[in-house]
């Protein structure tokens, strides 16, 4: 025991000392927050100008570990051995990037001679799905052309991805004589879900007809399913949500029948079918249900949080029966249900971060906890991913510094890049680590996907130089956006608690072509091998090594990047 009264220092000194030290022993600590580990441009103008500009808005990966990317773009831009021009105004761009090889592999735009744009992106095989709003009188999706309707009205497309190409395949309008756009895509086998808001007294979604619930200039929710038969993709059924102010969806998430949306509402009362949300004040975040019953779907719950000023959501995920939303909160105070968040800027009337968690119970969704991150500046999140019980959550920052847990983050300018995960323990959930990028400009992270141990951000920078940790990318034209695609990789996926110190496995060759060789350390113990792809998904079972050294077969597997679990660590392996 310390006797304070027998120490050589003044005992005032050694109790404030006492009392750190016990401090920092309940204190939680930051884990390492992992290094970027590649960065590079998107869509980077053929030429130096002003308006040359691209932003990435969605990403998605495929079971070989392929990135799909969407976004906007404006005059010539390059996408590794494609040229891309716009028409007029800003076009559409959907790239694949393949990580195993750092390349493009091919790149198509879409639009017209107005500002057309891409706002999201959804695969299913080698489907894939891109919805926003176009603005053009007509704009051509490959051979398909659409025709808009006075103002800005939605579309989605949808693609196929033969390897080495894509190419459109069907296109669908949707919308009236106001603004309408598509904010959110989803998909599970052939049906395409849709979100986002139409101003339109009516709106037309094929056959249906939607009405806004509000005056003229008013906007209403809208979620839509469409049916993709192959070559053609039509309307199914459209619901519709809102009040007689600014109500918008802006995430989308599916699970089997079960439809998830989140967005958020400005007027006093929203209707979720049966169910009515009242506001807080000001703009509020909702969370609603629907149960896809085929050629019809309804509303099964809708919750609301926020408080009294201004609280956006902007992501959403679910794994299971856990909900997560992600976005920002204006308000002193903002209440999750149980939790209640204090807004580190409010005097200033900035906006902090904030990730939540539901538990749908069927018929009801409840908020389970919530966590708040950021500073006396304005920070938003606005996106999400989950994996297993890890949530990964991307946006970007205006304060000097900006605390997440017990991480925190230094801004270089404007505003940057941030990208944090923290850890659901079920009842709690609490921010692990947090990473920055970014220059002195302003530089957002605005789409967020996971693909076995690496972590995929794209957004854009308007800097003229960005760092990613070590790597730093230029940007030739001054304050304009330009794409970037980063990733880095998360250490604690392939942690193992190992009893004692090994040498790791060696893999090799890698890339391998159609077998690669595993040689183990002295002392491992044998065990079967697992050979997954980029989701998880097992694609080939090897026995237990009877030596030091196996051979694993991989013929048949398509080029991509794979993980084999079983020896240690998992370890990456890219086939060729």
């Known amino acids: 025991m310390l006797n304070i009264s027998s120490s050589p220092f003044p005992a005032a000194l050694v109790r404030t000392l006492l009392a750190i030290f016990l401090l920092a022993l309940r204190l939680p600590a930051a884990a390492q927050a992992p290094a970027w580990q590649s960065a590079q441009a998107v869509a980077a103008a053929t ?60 790149a198509q735009r879409a639009g017209g001679t107005d500002d057309d744009g891409a706002n999201t992106l959804a695969l299913s095989g080698a489907s894939v799905y891109i919805a926003g709003s176009f603005r053009s009188p007509t704009a051509g999706f490959g051979t398909t052309t659409l025709t808009t309707v006075v103002a800005a009205n939605v579309f989605v497309a949808k693609l196929t991805d033969a390897g080495s190409t894509g190419s459109f395949v069907w296109a669908q309008r949707a919308g009236g004589t106001g603004t309408a756009s598509a904010y959110a895509l989803a998909v599970s086998d052939t049906s395409v879900y849709v979100a986002g808001f139409f101003i339109s007294p009516t709106a037309g979604f094929g056959a249906i007809t939607l009405t806004n619930a509000g005056p003229n200039g008013s906007s209403d929710v809208f979620v839509a399913k469409l049916s993709d038969a192959g070559p053609t993709g039509s309307f199914a059924w459209v619901q519709q949500a809102g009040g007689t102010d600014y109500d918008e969806a802006t995430a989308l998430a599916v699970s089997g029948t079960s439809v998830y ?33 085929g050629p019809t779907s309804s509303f099964a719950w809708a919750q609301r949080a926020g ?53 749908d119970a069927g018929s009801t969704g409840s908020f389970i906890w919530a966590q708040q991150a950021g500073g006396t500046g304005t920070e938003t999140a606005r996106t999400l991913a989950v994996s297993g019980t890890s949530v990964y959550v991307a946006g970007d920052f205006l304060s000097s510094t900006a605390g997440f847990g017990p991480a925190t983050v230094t801004n270089m300018g404007l505003s940057d890049v941030f990208v944090a995960k923290l850890t659901d323990a079920g009842l709690t959930g609490s921010f692990a680590w947090a990473q920055r990028a970014g220059g002195t400009g302003y530089d957002r992270a605005q789409t967020l ?88 998904r097992a694609v080939r079972r090897y026995p237990v090594p009877a030596g030091p050294e196996a051979a694993l077969d991989l013929q048949g597997l398509p080029a991509g990047l794979y993980l084999l679990r079983g020896a240690g660590p998992a370890q990456r392996l890219a086939v060729e």
């Open 47 to 106: 030429t130096v100008a002003t308006g040359n500009g691209s932003q990435v808005t969605a990403t998605a990966v495929d079971a070989a570990g392929n990135v799909f990317l969407t976004g906007t773009f404006f005059s010539t831009v390059v996408l590794g051995g494609t040229t891309l021009t716009s028409l007029g105004g800003s076009d559409v761009f959907v790239a694949k990037f393949n990580p195993a090889t750092n390349q493009f592999v091919w």
């Open 261 to 293: 949306v989140t967005g958020s509402f400005m007027s006093p009362t929203v209707s979720f079918g049966s169910t009515t949300l009242t506001t807080a004040g000001g703009r509020d975040v909702f969370v609603a249900k629907l149960m896809d019953a």
């Open 307 to 359: 408080g009294t000023g201004g609280d956006y959501a902007n992501a959403l995920a679910v794994s299971g029966t856990s909900v997560y939303v992600a976005g920002s909160f204006s308000s002193p105070t903002a209440g999750f249900g149980p939790a209640t968040l204090t807004n580190t800027g409010a005097n200033t009337g900035a906006s902090d971060v904030y990730v939540a968690k539901l538990t």
């Open 449 to 536: 996907v996971v693909s076995g141990t690496s972590v995929y951000i794209a957004g854009y920078f308007q800097s003229l130089t960005a760092d990613f940790s070590t790597i730093t990318l230029t940007n030739p034209n001054t304050n304009t956006p330009l794409g970037f695609l980063a990733t880095l990789t998360d250490p604690t996926i392939t942690a193992t608690a190992a009893s004692r110190a090994l040498a790791p496995a060696q893999l090799f060759p890698n890339p391998a072509h159609h077998t690669a060789s595993l040689r183990l350390p002295a002392g491992t113990a044998p065990a079967p091998l697992t050979l997954t792809d980029a989701l998880g």
